[in-house]
């Protein structure tokens, strides 16, 4: 999805003009760690006829990066990014709303490095080099937004090559503004692992290391030096110990660390020593960590908590080729969900249908994120008996199987409790059961089914089996004299009396007559 160009609407203009300039002039502006987004704020234009209260006229500023990485020379004509944003703000006085607001953006500075071609937004037009964004009337807000261009890349450049994009916002009742932005391509692209070998049984609270790697399989050196962000999924956090880090807050689900290092074409290296992280939620049973390297190392917003220990460094390593933008670590805890099964009696007469209730109690303590991970409970019904149906309800739908049924007699039925036959009976955390619709064909002495649980993270398996008794009684008279068995010959019978006294009425009419 492309990135918008957000236009805003903002009261009291003396005091937040003097407010967003003090921003801009000391804020870390946000831009992910990969060489499309570094980036840093540019200053504001500001009208110059004292355009404010009591003019009719409302005054706009950008809040424009002054730089922006477009791509990686690697990548060459390749390379497409559709990233670069124009933001627009607009504090409005007695003039009101800004009306038919008009930014029009002009990319011929990039002649040479990068070619800017139509744009996904809806609002923008043009062919290049020359776009307009036309936003109309802007009430109190955020407006129309949308990328003006998508750049394009271009084979043969060197990192470092680079051009200028001017832009300029108008309206019917302000001053225009204009700003510029320096758009450059990166340096190599910087390769990860992937995925890497998991850790399991780590207990919350107790310390695990990651050691980011990366590879510069390309041509080019990293002439910048480099810089890794390492990431962490909820309910964990790093340690920050590295006085070249930056981590975002001081337990950070993220770190960002800078390497002078100029990184040699063809190398593979990794850090000096791990990251430390942990999982701090009690109930956690799984995350994730990940990391991304960047050759045009600009520090991302929120990171403003600098490590205290030693620093970190890279180390040469034999050559990797890594062909991945991530490496990432699946963890698994020591945390289980304890499923116990709930079994009933199948109870009544032979040839009753009767409702019973079978399912799972979640006695925890850990919690299931994905639905694929409740798991499922497995049920083989006590001989003499026939499943009819198991019906559920989603929605405002109905059906009969909420279970899949055995491909062959005396198998189980399948029950996941995450599929949406189990939407409105779920209850995670708590007991899960569903009705089975259960038909007592003929009494057997001492049959019993059975009911199994599962899930990935039960670790306890001496409570996952249930038995499911039957008790069957015999079937009422009328039911039985309606026996196909029982019924048939009786019927036979009464036609055979009924035919023989036919004929002999039939017998004495003629020796009479």
Not at 141 to 161: I, K, M, Q, R
Not at 232 to 238: E, N, P, R, W, Y
Request: with cysteine.
């Amino acid at each position: 999805m492309s990135l918008p160009i957000p236009i805003r609407i903002l009261r009291r203009p003396a005091v937040l003009a003097a407010g967003l300039v003090a921003m801009c002039a000391t804020a870390i502006c946000p831009a992910a760690v990969t060489p499309a987004a570094a980036a840093v704020p540019a200053a504001a234009a500001a009208p110059a006829d004292g355009s404010g209260s009591g003019s009719g006229k409302v005054m706009m500023r950008f809040e424009t990066e002054t730089t922006f990485v477009m791509y990686n020379a690697d990548e060459g004509a390749g390379a497409s990014n559709d990233d670069f944003v124009v933001p627009v703000y607009v504090l409005p006085d007695d003039g009101g709303p800004a009306r038919n607001v008009k930014v029009v953006v002009d990319a011929s500075g990039l002649a040479g490095v990068a070619r800017a071609g139509r744009g996904s937004g809806g609002n923008c037009t043009g062919e290049g080099p020359v776009f307009t964004c036309v936003y109309g009337d802007l009430q109190n807000g955020d407006g129309e937004s949308n990328p003006p261009f998508t750049l394009h890349g271009v084979d043969g450049v060197e990192p470092g090559a680079a051009g200028t994009v001017t832009y300029t916002a108008t309206a019917d009742n302000a001053n225009p503004i204009t700003g510029t932005t320096r758009m450059t391509v990166g340096g190599p692209t910087l390769a990860s692992p992937g995925q890497e070998p998991g850790v399991s049984g780590l207990a919350p609270g107790k310390p695990a290391n990651v050691t980011p790697r990366f590879a510069d399989n390309t041509r080019f050196p990293a002439t910048k030096g480099v810089a890794v962000q390492v990431g962490v999924s909820d309910g964990m956090a790093l340690a920050p110990r590295h006085s070249n880090c930056f981590y975002a807050g001081p337990a950070a689900a993220s770190a960002w660390c800078t390497f002078p290092t100029k990184a040699a074409a063809g190398a593979a290296y990794r850090t000096s020593a791990p990251l430390v992280y942990s999982v701090t939620e009690p109930e956690q049973l799984t995350g994730e960590v990940t990391y991304t390297w960047s050759s045009a190392p600009h520090r991302p917003a929120g990171h403003t908590v600098r490590g205290t220990g030693a620093p970190l460094a890279l180390v040469r390593t034999a050559d990797e080729d890594f062909g991945d933008s991530q490496g990432r670590i699946g963890v698994t805890t020591t945390v289980q969900v304890d499923y116990r099964p709930v079994a009933a009696t199948v109870r009544g007469r032979v040839g009753d249908t009767v409702t019973v209730r079978l399912g799972v109690r979640d006695l925890g303590p850990g919690r299931p994120l994905d639905s694929e991970e409740l798991g499922r409970f497995e049920v083989v019904p006590p001989e003499g008996t026939t499943v009819t149906s198991v019906p559920f309800r989603f929605e405002d739908t109905a059906g009969q199987w909420a279970c899949a049924r055995p491909e062959r007699p005396g198998g189980a039925f399948v029950c996941e409790i995450g599929h949406d036959g189990f939407y409105e009976v779920r209850h995670e955390g708590g007991t899960t059961t569903i009705g089975f619709r259960v038909r007592i064909d003929r009494q057997v002495p001492g049959a019993r089914g059975t009911i199994r649980t599962y899930n990935p993270f039960d670790r306890t398996p001496g409570n996952d089996i249930a038995t499911i008794p039957l008790e069957a009684s015999p079937a009422p008279a009328y039911r039985s004299a309606l026996r196909p068995a029982v019924l048939l010959p009786s019927v036979l019978a009464a036609v055979a009396v009924a035919a023989a006294v036919v004929l002999y009425r039939r017998r004495r009419a003629r020796s009479g007559a």
